[in-house]
């Protein structure tokens, strides 16, 4: 079975510009979640999908942070523009259900950006 | 709002001793708890993943153990080996969210 597929695997960009990451999750998993793992910190949830549709998104800075999963499959998450503190690692990862207290999340490499 | 907390921060030790690592966490309504491995530049593999109304689980040199009631959680290495280097990610699942502490480096000397 293959895993949780993620690109690119590194970024550098300057502050102010845009990027965009994506992520392909387990054939059939409904439920995809993104997660920020800043440097010497756990994995922070920054958004759950359903399907397309938005599960929580309370911990997504949505003045720079946007996500969208068309088709209720892949997902792309993208930051405008980028400040310096957004340097870190984005972990993409999917659960076959939502709420189903059973179903493990599968997690991705991650994308590690860095933000000059 | 649920937080997590490991201890130790780091951890450092000779090959084959047997050891443990702590996770607290300060809400005790979760359905799960799971253990992950990170190695460098790398994603999360799950270790070992205990149900709320279960006590431990098991995986070869892996023993992980659960006290929902007082919020506590340790995973036992035994025989560790210098393969076991790795960060180790402790998670709670309350709600619909998996919360996570911030990891335990662990290095194994040969």
């Known amino acids: 079975e293959a895993g949780v597929a993620q690109s690119p695997r590194y970024k550098i960009i300057e502050k102010r510009q845009s990027v965009a990451f994506w992520c392909n999750p387990i054939?059939?998993?409904?439920?995809l979640y993104w997660y920020q793992q800043i440097l010497g910190q756990g994995p922070k949830l920054l958004i759950q999908?359903?399907?397309?549709?938005?599960?929580?998104d309370s911990q997504l800075p949505k003045d720079r942070f946007s996500a969208e999963r068309l088709k209720g499959v892949d997902s792309t998450l993208k930051i405008q523009p980028a400040k310096l503190e957004d340097s870190a690692v984005y972990l993409c990862?999917?659960?076959?259900?939502?709420?189903?207290?059973?179903?493990?999340?599968?997690f991705g490499p991650g994308t590690r950006l860095t933000v000059l | 709002k649920q937080e997590v907390t490991q201890i130790p921060a780091a951890l450092s030790v000779p090959e084959g001793e047997n050891l443990v690592l702590n996770c607290s966490f300060t809400?005790?309504?979760?359905?799960?708890l799971q253990w992950f491995r990170q190695d460098p530049g790398k994603g999360l593999t799950s270790l070992l993943l205990?149900?709320?109304?279960?006590r431990e689980q098991t995986s070869g040199r892996l023993n992980a153990s659960l006290d929902k009631s007082s919020g506590r959680s340790t995973l036992y290495i035994a025989a560790s080996q210098p393969g076991d280097s790795a960060t180790y990610l402790c998670?709670?699942?309350?709600?619909?969210?998996?919360?996570f502490g911030e990891g335990t480096q662990l290095t194994v000397n040969p």
């Open positions: 809400d005790s309504a979760i359905y799960n």
């Open positions: 054939s059939g998993h409904a439920t």
């Open positions: 205990i149900q709320s109304s279960q």
């Open positions: 998670a709670v699942l309350s709600g619909s969210r998996l919360t």
């Open positions: 990862a999917s659960s076959f259900r939502t709420g189903a207290p059973l179903d493990e999340q599968f």
């Open positions: 999908f359903q399907n397309n549709g938005v599960v929580d």
